[in-house]
């Protein structure tokens, strides 16, 4: 195989995008093009077709694709004119759309040519297809994209692919995907029964069955307890407010598209709310504040609704509803450092206690350049005074970060604890924001030691983000094997036959009376069968009660992921689980 400087992995993966189109064109001839980019572990293109792709013609659009790349292609680069791009690419109207946005910008256009195929493109590509390994290469998957990610244009068929410099690379990544795929939280709450989706009901809005509920009320149960111990004061607050509240926030304005539209009454419009906190600044403005009561930490479960587009929606992790571990704290400038500080030492505890791993830091900064987002925030004095109290509190967590500018929200800087799932996509699990906009709009204030009024800063901050995300992800990263606290069924009763009923019933009462969840399967069916149907649920610890058991008053135990640990009496089982 030939080398040169122009084979990165990011140029082959380019490179096979464009050989992708020109397979697809030779079995449709009539294909319209959208974009083929390369990816973090391949490449896709869009495409809109005649008809509909199935997973099962991949295949084929592979074999034209190693057929390409054998024949020892050159991809040729040329600069072209606005007025020649659209006569080259006439027929194709999503071409023709960038080339009109490109000229408007005057930018340069450039024209990549590969065997017969000629694609609109600014380069990064491989000089001959001989450099490309022709079996490191896998097409994956179709999906539906619409045209510039809005919903409002076409959907075009996405048609993606994996690519590595070898084969084994490309093996393993496959290996690892098939795993992750067997993880996948979507799959594990259907085997597990934990939530469901209905068309019914609506996409993205999931509804949670009793394990599910279990699991979650848990994490909520653990997540006030913490947060009362430490002076949070919790409230509830409504799901809709009126229009006005929203013009207030600047959500309206910043935030309207991913919200869902007005509902009409008493001839005003409503919302349903996207954020707690315009609720919570109301409730904070409930009289007037000195500065001994700061800082105030107010908490809410609170549930948010966010018009999330429907080519996004992915089981819990991207949903329109979802309950958020929010909190809304009122402070002073002199106290803002140290409840920083102690925000991160919570969320490093929490994540600590619930083994979750793998998680970094990023400091999202403001791009002032984005007029639309950042454009109405004229006081910049404000933004580097919470970025440099967002830094100090890294500082002295000794936590590493990265910077990401653009990444603020539209009212202050913030620190996104970010994750990665199990096929390796980057996503927020968690917030701190720091707020001096809602002050002003809110007239949230507090009266100084000198008898002054002051306007409050706001900490914005969600420790397990929304539950829902998080027990997603917590279940993709222990593959469904929750720990005994958390799991929904601690433990299930397995009975040999009918004759030990009697002594099981005593085994359900005495682990009810300890407060342990449990489920019994007294089935006629073979015990074999029994064990494997409680493995399948990925329960902690399985009881199977014979007859000899019985006789002992013990309980043969089997661990998960261990198997059978022998016979043993209530109480030495318990001291073993604590």
Not at 386 to 407: I, M, P, Q, S
Not at 466 to 494: N, Y
Request: glycine share 6%.
């Amino acid at each position: 195989m030939q080398q040169s400087e122009n084979n990165s992995i990011e140029n082959i993966r380019h490179s096979l995008a464009h050989i992708l189109a020109s397979a697809v064109l030779k079995k449709f001839p009539k294909a319209k093009l959208g974009i083929g980019p390369a990816i973090d572990t391949g490449f896709y293109y869009d495409f809109e077709l005649p008809r509909q792709l199935s997973q099962d013609e991949l295949p084929e659009i592979e074999k034209l694709m190693r057929e390409e790349i054998r024949q020892h292609l050159e991809f040729k680069g040329e600069e072209i004119t606005a007025a020649g791009a659209k006569k080259l690419f006439k027929s194709q109207p999503f071409k023709l759309d960038l080339i009109k946005e490109f000229a408007k910008d005057k930018k340069k256009l450039t024209s990549y040519q590969n065997g017969e195929f000629i694609d609109l493109c600014r380069g990064g590509h491989v000089e001959n297809t001989s450099e490309i390994n022709p079996n490191a290469f896998k097409l994956t998957k179709i999906a539906g994209a619409y045209w510039r990610g809005n919903e409002k244009n076409p959907q075009l068929t996405r048609i993606y692919g994996a690519a590595f410099k070898t084969k084994e690379e490309l093996e393993n990544y496959l290996d690892q995907t098939k795993k992750a795929e067997e993880s996948d939280h979507r799959v594990l709450a259907e085997q597990l029964g934990y939530f469901m989706m209905d068309e019914d009901i609506g996409k993205g809005l999931p509804l949670w069955l009793p394990k599910g509920f279990m699991v979650r009320k848990i994490l909520e149960d653990y997540m006030f307890d913490l947060e009362r111990n430490l002076g949070y004061q919790h409230v509830l607050t409504p799901h809709i407010a009126k229009e006005a509240i929203y013009k207030k926030s600047g959500h309206l304005a910043h935030y309207k598209e991913d919200m869902f539209p007005p509902l009409k009454l008493d001839k005003e419009n409503y919302y349903l709310k996207p954020m707690n906190c315009p609720h919570h600044h109301v409730i904070y403005k409930r009289g007037k504040k000195s500065y001994r009561e700061l800082p105030l930490r107010i908490a809410e479960f609170g549930t948010v609704y966010r018009h999330e587009r429907s080519g996004v929606l992915s089981g819990l992790i991207r949903a329109r509803y979802f309950t958020q571990n929010d909190a809304h704290i009122y402070v002073d400038a002199s106290h803002l450092e140290k409840e920083l500080v102690d925000i991160l030492a919570l969320h490093k505890k929490v994540y600590q206690e619930l083994e979750i791993e793998d998680y970094w830091y990023r400091l999202s900064l403001p791009d002032f350049s984005k007029k639309e987002k950042f454009g109405d925030i004229k006081n910049k004095e404000m933004w580097d005074a919470g970025e440099n109290a967002l830094r100090a509190a890294l500082a002295k967590n000794k936590l590493e970060f990265v910077e990401g500018v653009g990444e603020a929200s539209f009212y202050g800087p913030k620190i996104d604890i970010q994750i990665k799932d199990n096929f390796g996509r980057e996503d927020t699990i968690a917030t701190i924001q720091v707020d001096f906009y809602s002050a002003a709009k809110f007239d949230l204030s507090y009266i100084d030691a000198d008898g002054k009024e002051k306007p409050v800063i706001v900490i914005h901050r969600a420790i397990l983000g929304s539950f829902d995300r998080f027990f997603a992800f917590l279940l993709e990263k222990t593959a469904g094997k929750l720990p005994f606290w958390l799991a929904p069924v601690q433990i299930m009763i397995l009975t040999i036959n009918e004759r030990v009923t009697a002594y099981a019933k005593h085994v359900e009462d005495t682990l009810r009376e300890m407060s342990i969840r449990f489920e019994t399967d007294y089935r006629n069916e073979t015990i074999g069968k029994k064990i494997r149907d409680a493995e399948m649920q990925k329960v902690p610890y399985i009881f199977v009660i014979g007859e000899k058991e019985a006789d002992a008053l013990k309980v043969s135990v089997r661990e998960r992921g261990k198997g059978d640990i022998g016979q043993k009496s209530l109480e030495e089982f318990f001291r073993m689980a604590k």
